[in-house]
């Protein structure tokens, strides 16, 4: 219904040609939604046959993964080829208020939560229980995002400059209709 | 006669020691914290931004003005047509259990409009196991109806607002249908031309305000249009609100629906006009019913089963079997280690909220009744109708009004408690649950003060004159005449407010301090990362408060209209 002049929208805006272009070559033959919002609805309707290709955080599909590990649906990282930037990836952040009512134990937790012991797999870990790849280095992920195997991240932006760029992300995303229903 | 209408003034006017405005003081203070942050809003429409404006005239708010007008209007179409159909249909016919339907056809009032929307959805979409079969039986490009769209958010809106419209149309049709429908045929209509050339035109008054009222909540929803990615006004505000961090912008964008909003009063008392037809009928006598034979009565019950079955069974079917899954495998976490604090929180919330806008309904109330006379009563009703203004107002429209008034006076506040010694920085009103009070109370004091105002109807004023006879004084009447009488209207006042709390999502999300999660929060945030098993715990929850008032309502029968009237 609606696949069609998405479509056609979708080949004219070149932000999106450009995202895929360098890793799916075959872009004419994808059916492309931005009507659904929910990252776990969309690997469902990947599931279904609804569309080919989910855009999503990666955490969403290992949940489904850890639940079922014959769950059909599995990863692609774009962009990992010689010359190409590497897959986009977004950091889950901490910090601590003005308002703060005990400032040395809330740097004390947050040193702790970032620290080794509880970025390595265990059952109250942070990154594993939510099946995030941990940020200390020298931290493991857990065993289902090992089996996704290596892959490049994008860096060519730093993240402590990602802020300066919600704006027009959201900007985009409301262009595209992102997680709208006409 | 002359005698009479002169004595009557003459003891009202001998026995007050207060006199008239004194009276008004208080509830004019209340009905003035209501109308100020709303009226905050006002100001910024004729001070807009207006490069804002230009950017979202060309990008957004053309869709999202569309949106809300096809939402409204398609709502207000089904809801007519649901309700009014429906309506008529239990009162003008007898059918196989016509008696069960005409009570049971309220049950959709229960469920939130977002618990049925991500139902809805979960069912309905592609991935839905209703599609998903479809395909199975007729074809992979089989037709479908696309659930992600207007036609979806309407759909799900009409199923759980038809309610309104339908209660108010029965009851206008009891209070006029029989003597209507005798004339008519006497004067050789059918039944059916009666309905529509008589009945349906004298009901008029009451049908209308059960569509603006159900129009006006699907402008104000905002859950079930998030999960239905449609994007209306409403739904707008929270989203530049929640994800821009831009309060200009949705405090502009609230100002504009806010005068959606009183274009709506104003139609809906344009179309009403000052005629309230049906009370002139017979009141009393009951319309004969029709017996359904057949075919006849087959359809009219069948009607009724599948639309209850639409907007109630089936979600609820599908709500429980969802439960009973994540309750013995949960699939989000521990949902028991949290439960206990959600039920916590939304009772707490809803609680002192219904407490606080009942104490203050019954001043603005008392205040009213007390100074309305039959010359005299255009300023305590003008008191009135700024007091419940709210209840027409968008959550995401007290939200941003509220938030816009309180800010300077808590920045106020707080450094007064500072100099005081206070070394917490935190703000004492919008940082605490003060501001969602306050909201709760701007949203929903028109639910409190119209059970209220309904049930001081019944107190005379010759009661109160007995009671000052034998020497009572104010403070004792209210307590001992007027409080036991009103009991029933403040504790069903009480009722109503609670589940309206207990239910509300956009206020919630954008003035709740840090660490409040509700009930209806949970809901929301699960149902939007379709985890629909952990969503329907919560969802059950809220609906088994829900069922409360319309158990209520069930019973009151007829004199249920007064609870919702706004």
């Known amino acids: 219904m609606m696949d069609k002049a998405r479509q056609h929208d979708f080949r004219a805006d070149d932000f999106h040609a450009r995202f895929f272009q360098m890793s799916c070559r075959e872009i004419s033959l994808l059916r492309v939604r931005f009507d659904i919002d929910s990252d776990t609805r969309i690997i469902e309707s990947v599931l279904a046959g609804q569309c080919d290709l989910g855009v999503v955080n990666h955490y969403y599909l290992a949940r489904l993964i850890s639940g079922d590990p014959e769950y059909p649906i599995r990863f692609f990282f774009p962009n990992q080829g010689e010359e190409e930037r590497g897959a986009f990836f977004n950091l889950s952040g901490a910090g601590i208020t003005s308002a703060a009512l005990n400032y040395d134990n809330s740097v004390l937790f947050l040193e702790f939560l970032s620290s080794l012991e509880a970025q390595n797999p265990s059952d109250i870990s942070f990154p594993t229980t939510n099946f995030e790849f941990p940020v200390h280095l020298e931290a493991e992920a857990e065993s289902i995002l090992e089996s996704f195997g290596e892959f490049e991240l994008d860096l060519t932006y730093p993240v402590s400059e990602y802020k300066d760029y919600q704006l027009p992300a959201l900007d985009l995303l409301e262009r595209v209709g992102y997680g709208m229903s006409e | ?566």
């Open chain 2, 1 to 566: 006669m002359s005698s009479i209408s002169f004595t009557r003034p003459h003891f009202s006017m001998s026995f007050p020691t207060v006199p008239r405005w004194k009276s008004l003081i208080l509830p004019l203070l209340i009905a003035l914290l209501i109308v100020l942050p709303l009226g905050g809003l006002v100001i910024r429409i004729f001070n807009p931004t207006v490069e804002l404006w230009e950017k979202l005239w060309a990008t957004t708010l053309p869709t999202m003005l569309m949106n809300t007008f096809v939402l409204m209007a398609g709502v207000g179409a089904g809801t007519f047509v649901l309700g009014v159909g429906f309506a008529w249909l239990v009162t003008a016919y007898q059918f196989t259990g016509r008696a069960w339907f005409e009570r049971l056809l309220l049950l959709p009032m229960a469920l939130p409009a977002y618990v049925m929307g991500f139902v809805f959805m979960a069912t309905f979409d592609y991935a839905g196991p209703v599609y998903t079969q479809w395909r199975a039986w007729f074809g992979k490009d089989a037709w479908f109806p696309e659930i992600r769209s207007a036609f979806g958010a309407i759909l799900v809106l009409t199923l759980v607002l038809y309610p309104y419209v339908y209660l108010l149309a029965r009851a206008a049709f009891r209070e006029q249908a029989a003597s209507t429908v005798e004339v008519a045929r006497m004067m050789g209509y059918s039944r059916t031309r009666a309905f529509f050339r008589l009945i349906l035109p004298l009901a008029r008054p009451s049908i209308v305000a059960g569509v603006v009222l159900a129009m006006m909540e699907a402008m104000t929803d905002y859950g079930t249009v998030r999960f239905f990615g449609y994007s209306t006004l409403s739904e707008g505000i929270v989203r530049v609100w929640e994800f821009r961090y831009d309060r200009q912008t949705a405090t502009e964008l609230a100002a504009l629906l806010f005068f959606v909003a009183l274009v709506m009063i104003g139609l809906e008392r344009l179309f009403r006009g000052r005629a309230r037809y049906y009370q002139q009928g017979g009141r009393g006598r009951i319309l004969p019913r029709v017996k359904l034979h057949g075919r006849g009565n087959f359809l009219a019950s069948g009607a009724c089963w599948i639309l209850l079955s639409m907007a109630f069974f089936m979600p609820v079917a599908q709500l429980v079997a969802w439960g009973i899954g994540e309750f013995n495998t949960p699939t989000v976490g521990a949902w028991k280690a949290v439960y206990g604090t959600y039920v916590g929180t939304s009772l707490s919330l809803a609680g002192i909220a219904a407490v606080v806008v009942i104490l203050l309904a019954l001043v603005v109330a008392h205040g009213v009744r007390k100074t309305s006379s039959t010359t005299k009563r255009r300023i305590p009703r003008f008191i009135a109708r700024l007091a419940t203004l709210g209840y027409a107002m968008p959550g995401a429209v007290v939200a941003a009004g509220v938030l816009l008034f309180l800010s300077p006076i808590d920045h106020a506040v707080t450094d007064f408690a500072e100099t005081l010694g206070r070394t917490d920085r935190s703000l004492l009103l919008t940082g605490t649950i003060a501001i969602l009070i306050y909201a709760y109370v701007v949203r929903f004091m028109a639910v409190g003060f119209n059970s209220i105002d309904s049930s001081l109807e019944k107190v005379t004023p010759n009661m109160e004159q007995a009671a000052r006879t034998l020497g009572a004084r104010t403070q004792r009447v209210l307590l001992r005449v007027h409080l036991p009488l009103v009991s029933t209207g403040m504790l069903a006042g009480a009722i109503l407010v609670f589940v309206d709390v207990m239910k509300e999502l956009p206020v919630t999300l954008l003035l709740r301090p840090f660490g409040t999660d509700t009930l209806a929060l949970w809901t929301y945030y699960l149902a939007a990362e379709s985890f629909w098993k952990a969503a329907a715990i919560p969802a059950l929850t809220i609906l088994v408060v829900g069922l409360v008032p319309v158990f209520l309502l069930m019973r009151l029968g007829d004199r249920g209209n007064d609870a919702i009237r706004t």
